[in-house]
């Protein structure tokens, strides 16, 4: 659960060095660094939806500890790819709990939205895990 770990302290640093709101450049022209506070769920969806978001976010992770034991033949790949999806998970239901909205704060250029390291950590985790179950698939056909 490094992912819940790295996502609070990105985000405890941007509540304490980053006013709402404010912006700052990483890398000019391409990064930036936006206080925003997000009622909704990833990438600014479904906005004003916190309690329902945090109940799901709630059963994600419950289902990841609970689907983890069924599927350990998968490997190491797919415990990283459940880690990262339920440690995302887990990092943005902590914000609903004490803030009632999740902290974002990554803007790239060519990515309208504005996210967080949860966010990334649920997308790259749901895209590896995709790609886990189809290559197994496809092995076992």
């Keep these: 659960m490094s992912s819940v770990a ?3 302290l990105a985000k405890s640093w941007v509540r304490a060095n980053i006013s ?3 912006s700052r450049n990483v890398i000019d022209g391409f990064l930036r660094f936006v206080h925003w506070s997000n009622p909704g ?12 978001l945090a109940i799901v976010s709630g059963v994600c992770v419950v289902a ?18 459940l880690g990262l999806v339920s440690g995302g998970a887990l990092g943005n239901l902590l914000d609903r709990i004490r803030f009632g909205s999740v902290t974002d704060f990554v803007s790239v250029r060519f990515f309208a ?14 895209i590896m895990m995709i790609g886990l179950f189809l290559f197994s698939l ?3 056909l």
Excluded at 113 to 126: K, R
């Design 64 to 81: 990841a500890i609970v689907t983890y034991p069924r599927f350990r033949s998968l490997g190491w790949p797919f415990a990283v790819s």
């Design 138 to 140: 496809k092995e076992s």
């Design 20 to 22: 709402l709101g404010e």
């Design 41 to 52: 769920a990833a990438f600014g969806f479904l906005r004003n939806a916190n309690t329902y």
């Design 6 to 8: 790295l996502d609070y």
């Design 113 to 126: 939205p504005i996210f967080n390291v949860a966010d990334s950590a649920i997308v790259i985790g749901a």
